[in-house]
């Protein structure tokens, strides 16, 4: 039972908030030896969703069991919905009444939502309890399970209620992506090319080369996967607290949440990674039009999200979208506001982010008017 | 309005977590001046209780909006019962509603309660904004305010949900005490006598001596919670986290939040005060009963608890207590326990608490058995 040589390990290097992170296929399966080799706890608490438990809950479950770890799980509804109060709570209760103690483990297996509630569930249980991730999304797995960002959503915002809690491991089991929906794999593509736009121009062109490689799964996809979490454990390092460089990864998503909030986070209509999509493109556009980067870098950034699929218009969005005032006001209520002035990631280029904090509100608030569906129909 | 000479000041050097605690009177009418004289925002969301409001909302108020600060307020029912997901929910939104942003703080105005349930909605808004701590009740004052453990109840036991989460700012105004109840006094001071009861034996003698000054007010009053701020602040920068002396900080406490669970957190039967006195009491008879402190020190400890009017034995919590067993369970759910046993704060003698982690379940309820009023009566 020695690891495959296809399993890829990272370590982010945080102080006595270290911990590894796998990449691979059939982590799932050896997921107990991993986890019995860092902690010494047998009792552990598994939350994941109605998708992903028929899945993959009882493979885990049957790791566990073998390995001698009582586990008890909580299966919540799926989707962006279940990031509030109503299903923390319950969470919450379940992880005290398995009596989890100092060196066991809740455990997140899903995706970006089971990760964002089950970590911030962990977070303050106990005022702090370990916390390993199983990511099931190609989202979560090269994003949203590295870095300790936890949380839940507020009807004021997205994220806006959350600790930051480290896991002690992540297990990016690669083979669950087989059964994620082409939409959701798309959604998390987007976070891959983000990491390409941020400061890795060689890695965005080598997605524009290799995409079909990495949809398709095997070497292409591991090597994307692992180059993101890398990229993104590096920012974390340096920045653990989102007090400067860790800003950079909100690439696109200032506009993205917005776009989020007004469409009541109902995923039908769009996922966290389309709006991702949709907002690095208009990152990229708004940085043009405040003469930062050329308007070909936005024309190459939006040919190749179009080209794997994702959208990159707010026209795309099915049904009615509130107007450009509205969705100002969300923006100036998210997180990355100073003073009252806007901060904002822009570029100077292909893979040359960077955080601009003085963004005057009318500039953001005409460009927005410009690039929306009402003015273009 | 230069600081009058009566006011005490401490440093908590917690490194980029480090503040200070102002303890004097009048510090609620200069409280702006404090604040404004520490952070730059214009924004507060205040949160405090129905009885603490009609006395000191309004000048706190007033001095905030005459510094140009402004202030939105909730107002919670007073109580234990407040410490919980369904105050905390409204009380994040109107921190999030009130757009605070990093420099701006949410200030706790209030007891204990108002002020571990305002500093982790404070921890978990925004993954964490500033917080000010303005403590109305002696209990607040001396221990509660300090040191940035914060939480809520859960069905499963006391503070088992919440963060650790420094205040920016401690103002300990001696002035209301005034108006707080005998009983309420009563059962802070038996946290002042916890104090001394730890690791400062001559503290206690100087209580012994001098309790029905600090009772009176004025100076001695003041001297009694500096120290006790001060005792606290030295322990909390020696292990922030908990994870060895500060658990002296419980002496007492693992017996009375098992009886503050049995009469269901009802404030009519047992404050948290009186908990912790009748606990230091078995904790030191428990100490005698294995043979580790002599049966006099028990006795001169509840000799001074009784003298100033605290309860000092189970038989003295109005109605039915819950058979041993019961709290037996109580206990083995409480936050101190590694790998199954018991970890326990008993002492060697007057003012000489260890942290002793391996006590036999069997010893303890056995003795509980024994101190049982059920068994007296
Ligand atoms: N904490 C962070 O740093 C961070 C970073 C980025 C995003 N996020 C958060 O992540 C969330 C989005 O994550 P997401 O896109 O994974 O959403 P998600 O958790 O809702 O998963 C998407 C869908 O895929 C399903 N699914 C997951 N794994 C599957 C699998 N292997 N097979 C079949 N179905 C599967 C889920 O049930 C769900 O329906 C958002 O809430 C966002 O805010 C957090
Ligand atoms: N965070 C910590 O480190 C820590 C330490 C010790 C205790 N605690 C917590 O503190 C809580 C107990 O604190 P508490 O005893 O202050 O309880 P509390 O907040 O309920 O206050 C006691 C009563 O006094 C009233 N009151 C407060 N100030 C007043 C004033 N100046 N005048 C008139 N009435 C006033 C309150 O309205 C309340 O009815 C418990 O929940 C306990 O768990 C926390
Ligand atoms: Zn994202
Ligand atoms: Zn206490």
């Excluded at 299903?87 to 997140?108: M, S, Y």
């Excluded at 979560?140 to 600790?163: E, F």
């Excluded at 983000?194 to 890795?200: A, P």
């Excluded at 090597?223 to 460089?245: F, P, T």
Aim: hydrophobic share 45%.
């Amino acid at each position: 039972m020695s690891e495959t040589p296809t399993v890829r390990k990272i370590h982010v290097p945080l102080g006595d908030r270290a911990y590894d992170i796998l990449i691979g296929p059939g982590l799932i399966g050896s997921a107990a030896r991993e986890i019995a080799a860092r902690l010494t706890g047998r009792r552990m608490a598994v939350v994941t969703d109605e998708n992903v438990a028929p899945l993959y809950l009882q493979p885990l479950m049957e790791s566990l069991a073998q390995a001698g770890i009582e586990a008890v799980s909580a299966i919540l509804p799926a989707g962006e919905k279940t990031k509030s109060f109503e299903h923390l709570v319950p969470v919450c209760e379940t992880i005290l009444g398995a009596r989890i103690e100092r060196n066991d483990a809740v455990i997140a297996l899903g995706g970006g939502v089971i990760g964002d509630l089950t970590g911030f569930a962990a977070g303050i249980a106990r005022r702090g309890s370990r916390f390993i991730q199983i990511p099931t999304s190609l989202l979560a797995q090269v994003d949203s399970s590295v870095g300790g960002k936890t949380g839940i959503n507020s009807p004021h915002g997205k994220n806006l209620i959350g600790v930051f809690h480290q896991p002690d491991l992540v297990l990016a089991d690669t083979d669950v992506l087989d059964t994620l929906s082409p939409r959701e794999f798309r959604a998390g593509y987007a976070e891959v090319a983000k990491y390409g736009l941020i400061d890795k121009p060689d890695f965005f062109a080598w997605l524009e080369a290799n995409w079909q490689a990495v949809f398709a799964g095997g070497a292409a996809r591991i090597e994307a996967i692992a180059l993101s979490c890398q990229a993104k454990a590096d920012v974390v390092v340096a920045d653990e607290r989102e007090n400067g460089r860790r800003a950079l990864l909100n690439l696109g998503h200032t506009f993205g949440h917005a776009l989020e909030a007004a469409t009541a986070y109902d995923g039908t209509r769009l996922v966290h990674g389309e709006g991702v999509s949709i907002g690095m493109v208009l990152a990229h556009a708004f940085s043009a039009r405040m003469n930062l980067a050329s308007p070909d870098v936005t024309a190459r950034v939006e040919a190749h999200l179009r080209t794997v699929g994702l959208p990159t218009r707010m026209s795309e969005i099915p049904g009615q979208l509130p107007p450009a005032e509205v969705l100002m006001d969300a923006i100036a209520q998210d997180k990355k506001v100073k003073g009252g002035k806007l901060t904002f990631i822009l570029t100077r280029g292909l893979g040359e982010a960077f955080v601009a904090d003085d963004v005057p509100t009318s500039a953001v608030l005409s460009f927005l008017a410009e690039n929306h569906p009402d003015r273009a129909a």
